[in-house]
């Protein structure tokens, strides 16, 4: 056993204390040697339990640090990896936030700068025959386009803008009754060159903005390859044939949207479910657990050239538009601005049509009574088929009255919401088919 000694030094011991070390045979200064050595060795094992408890310490953090980098590193290889490269969370907004105020009734999307919720809106009766009305221009700037067969197994657009700012649109044909019937909730100038009977007495009797025909803001192109479709307008023509007639605003009535941020966050929500096999409950809302659909063909009748291909594209969440005989719906980009009377093959850039949402109404249809057009009807409910963000969901159309918009709901009847972005919409007669 190791001897303990008072802390002393032969400096700091008593005179009167000498004689006791003396007598003891100790002496003083043996007695300070020894506390010395003993209070270094004391020191030197509390450093060492210092030393201990600091080891520990650091061993501990860097444990943690180095699980830490493990679980970072592993991040990329648990989570789907097109979920990660362009993933910012978007918020979504709050219940007191004003957005009708921030995005376009027509396509849900943020309003562009300058432009009113409430600016004039145009839909244009645009053709799509094989007979010189292909490619068609500035229709990539139509917020929303309804499909439909005009006669004869040939389709037609009505095409709905607001605000537009191409140098060229068209070109422009006649108007059918079922596509005033889809443009009224949208508050538009109907634009158009002539057209069937019925539809000309309803847009005279019904208090339409009606523009037809009319040279003042209308033009025919130069380009005989396009022989009777050659009718065009200008974005330029149109604001100014709204200011002179004071049409200066349109209350668009549009399809329910989500906003943007609620689009990413369903684009993501879909990707992640479609990655990780998610199999919901049977009794869960099924359109929520769709698998990916990346080919959709709309079939209108025997005439492949007015049939319809979709192919998606997941880099930029739109649907590619080619035709059923496989080449691409290619129509004119064109510059904005007031370019004058131009043709659109001299100036405008070919661009594949690509729409963000795609919709199918199963609608029912027969030959008119001169056995040549059309007749649809366009009020009542039928199958609906609604493609966006990669995923399909079937369930059913609605529409009431000429002034209410189409409703969609799933087959559990829960209305729909249609993502942002230009949106077709197709007419498919009862008789045609929708395939993906």
């Not at 300070?32 to 501990?60: D, E, L, P, Y």
């Not at 319809?308 to 904005?336: F, I, L, M, Q, W």
Request: hydrophobic share 35%.
């Amino acid at each position: 056993m190791e001897e303990s000694y008072p802390q002393l030094t032969e400096a700091g011991v008593a005179k009167n204390d000498k004689k006791t070390f003396k007598e003891s045979g100790i002496s003083a200064e043996k007695i300070a040697k020894k506390s010395k050595k003993a209070n270094k060795i004391a020191r030197k094992k509390q450093n060492i339990g210092r030393s201990s408890k600091k080891n520990v310490i650091f061993t501990t953090i860097g444990v943690l640090g180095i699980l830490g980098g493990i679980g970072c590193a592993l991040v990329p290889f648990l989570l789907p990896q097109e979920t990660l490269t362009d993933i910012d969370f978007p918020k979504l907004p709050s219940d007191s936030e004003d957005v009708n105020s921030k995005y376009s009734n027509l396509t849900g999307l943020p309003l562009a700068d300058g432009v009113a919720q409430d600016a004039p809106t145009y839909c244009i009766q645009t053709p799509n025959g094989t007979d010189g009305a292909r490619p068609q221009a500035g229709l990539t700037q139509a917020g929303v386009v309804f499909e439909a067969i005009a006669e004869a197994g040939i389709t037609r657009f009505a095409a709905i803008y607001q605000q537009p700012t191409s140098a060229v649109i068209g070109p422009i044909r006649s108007l059918r009754i079922y596509y005033l019937e889809w443009d009224t909730p949208f508050d538009c100038t109907i634009v158009h060159a002539g057209g069937a009977d019925d539809a000309l007495a309803a847009v005279s009797n019904g208090g339409y903005k009606d523009l037809s025909e009319d040279y003042s803001y209308m033009y025919r192109g130069t380009n005989s390859a396009r022989l009777w479709n050659n009718l065009f307008t200008t974005s330029a023509n149109l604001a100014r044939f709204s200011s002179e007639h004071g049409y200066t605003t349109s209350n668009i009535n549009g399809f329910a949207r989500m906003t943007p941020e609620e689009s990413k966050h369903d684009l993501i929500d879909r990707n992640v479910a479609e990655k990780l096999v998610i199999t919901e409950p049977a009794t869960k809302n099924t359109s929520e657990v769709s698998p990916q659909v990346t080919q959709i063909a709309l079939n209108f009748g025997s005439f492949a050239s007015f049939n319809v291909v979709y192919n998606y594209n997941t880099e930029n969440n739109t649907y590619k538009r080619s035709y059923g005989n496989g080449a691409p719906h290619e129509v004119y980009s064109c510059p904005d601005g007031d370019l004058g009377e131009i043709n659109p093959e001299n100036t405008c850039n070919l661009v594949q049509m690509a729409p963000a949402v795609v919709v199918a109404l199963v609608v029912p249809e027969h030959k008119a009574s001169d056995n040549y057009h059309e007749d649809i009807s366009v009020l009542g409910s039928g199958d609906a088929y609604i493609f966006q963000n990669g995923y399909s969901v079937k369930g059913k159309w609605s529409k009431g009255t000429d002034a209410e918009q189409i409703k969609f709901f799933d087959e559990d009847g829960k209305e729909l919401k249609l993502a942002t972005g230009q949106t077709f919409v197709s007419a498919v007669p009862n008789y045609g088919s929708v395939e993906y």
